[in-house]
């Protein structure tokens, strides 16, 4: 049962071999074996699990229930989850119990898809590492003396690990694919506006986008059809006809042309990571791909626009956090003035603050033409890099990330060195556009390395339909680590 995909659990499922509630009763054994070891979970509530598995069940039953009625999935603690601690991996929402679901647990709740437990992450989503949650480091199953990548970090490693056949994250700058990629599975973050960010408590709304994390592409794809979907309720929610994003999945490659873009292969791109691309590379030519260089000339801009652009709308967003309306209140004050400042100086971390800082000062007067608006001219010029380089080509190929997992601490106390390990996913969300992860390969410590895929608007069941003819003729992705 354990490290199967939500394909195959969904036909156990409906070939009655199985029911939800035992599915997610052999998933909380699990859970309670190792996460302590992990971290990868905030919270885990057996008995609300159990209940929403035996609705899952009652529907089933019915008749009336769509394919993946009862495949547990857990869920990314940004995601407001009604009756469930909701804490965005801050002390500020320690206590916040949801009393409403997002749009998107909303989907699953729908098609009838029960909670595992809510996923560790870092703080607000500000890192790579998944060390600035207010919980503690999540460790990389693959290797515990690592980070599994983040801010998704808890559920790219509640997937590696088998704790959960699947799980939801959220990509602001990377956050999707470069867990994904660092603990070895699948993940993809849809182009702007096809996922509802309701009840996706906000870090960067202009770049923030909910996606699938699960072990195929092919899983991925069925997690989609359920998250994406227009919703009034999200002003940025685009009104599109739905989409099955499996109907591509078993078309041959012939013909399709991927985009190398030079840029993503000079001199940062050293060593095993360098050379499972372009083992990839090759796999590509043989499905019928041909490849053809493209540039994208303004994407090394890319870090230093975003860090500028995300702390600005972090700086704004973060201001509800007050003390007043919920979350955490410092204990002790004088006026109102002093309860904001103490509140607000004990409940963030260092990283947060960092941010609010970064972003406060960039939107202040007479800075504002300096840099917000200069960052906001980088980001048209990014996304018009993009669309050039989509008039050669279907898709653009390269690496997911620069390395592959670093070592607990090794970065922490260097946030540059942090900030450059999204060098290759950063220009994607200031393009808004889709990208997916997927396992390519080893570096020589056995360490899971990522390949990152980029579409055009849109086209994320093209995307699916290249990484799962990839998977169908490699078995990296079916790779799991040692001890789980
Ligand atoms: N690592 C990036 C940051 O720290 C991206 C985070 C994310 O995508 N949420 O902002």
Request: charged fraction near 20%.
């Amino acid at each position: 049962m354990i490290q199967q995909t939500i394909k195959q659990i969904a036909d156990l499922l409906a070939g009655g071999k199985i029911s939800s509630v035992e599915l997610c009763q052999d998933y909380l054994v699990r859970i309670a074996a190792h996460n302590p070891g992990l971290n990868a979970f905030i919270t885990v509530d057996a008995e609300r699990t159990l209940a929403e598995a035996r609705v899952a069940d009652a529907l089933r039953a019915s008749g009336k229930a769509g394919p993946l009625a009862g495949v547990p999935i857990a869920h990314k603690d940004i995601f407001c989850a009604e009756g469930w601690l909701t804490t965005c991996g801050s002390k500020m929402l320690h206590n916040f119990v949801s009393p409403y679901d997002a749009h998107v647990i909303e989907q699953f709740k729908k098609t009838g898809m029960p909670c595992l437990g809510k996923t560790n992450m870092d703080e607000f989503a500000m890192g790579s590492s998944n060390e600035t949650s207010y919980y503690g480091a999540v460790k990389n199953p693959w290797d515990t003396a690592r980070v599994p990548g983040g801010s998704s970090g808890g559920s790219a490693a509640c997937v590696a690990a088998g704790l959960a056949p699947a799980a939801t994250g959220t990509d602001t700058g990377g956050s999707i694919r470069q867990p994904a990629a660092l603990c070895g599975i699948t993940g993809l973050k849809p182009t702007y506006g096809v996922v509802s960010r309701y009840g996706m408590i906000a870090f960067a709304s202009s770049l923030d986008q909910g996606g699938p994390m699960a072990r195929t592409a092919e899983d991925c794809a069925l997690l989609l059809n359920v998250m994406a979907g227009f919703d009034t309720r999200d002003s940025t929610s685009l009104e599109r006809e739905k989409e099955d994003y499996t109907r591509d999945l078993a078309k041959p490659l012939a013909g399709l042309r991927i985009g190398l873009p030079k840029e993503f292969f000079g001199e940062g791109l050293t060593g095993d990571t360098a050379t499972a691309v372009q083992v990839a590379i090759e796999q590509f030519r043989k499905l019928g791909a041909t490849t053809v260089e493209v540039s994208l000339p303004n994407s090394g801009l890319s870090v230093a626009a975003y860090y500028v652009i995300a702390p600005a709308e972090a700086s704004s967003n973060l201001s509800r956090f007050d003390g007043v309306r919920y979350g955490y209140r410092t204990p002790d004050y004088g006026d109102l003035t002093d309860m904001y400042e103490k509140t607000r100086a004990e409940g963030f971390g260092a990283e947060v603050k960092r941010r609010i800082m970064i972003g406060a000062y960039v939107l202040s007067h007479g800075y504002y033409d300096a840099y917000y608006i200069q960052a906001q001219k980088l980001r048209r010029l990014i996304a018009q890099d993009f669309a050039e380089a989509y008039k050669a080509c279907d898709v653009i190929l390269g690496p997911t990330a620069p390395t592959t997992a670093f070592k607990l601490g090794e970065k922490a106390d260097d946030p540059v060195q942090m900030y450059l390990s999204d060098i290759y996913t950063i220009a994607v969300n200031l393009a808004g556009l889709p990208g997916m992860s997927l396992p390519c390969g080893f570096d020589g410590q056995g360490l899971p390395i990522g390949l990152q895929l980029i579409g055009d608007y849109f086209s994320e069941a093209r995307m699916l339909n290249v990484a799962h003819q990839y998977q169908l003729a490699t078995d990296w992705h079916q790779r799991t680590p040692g001890g789980f």
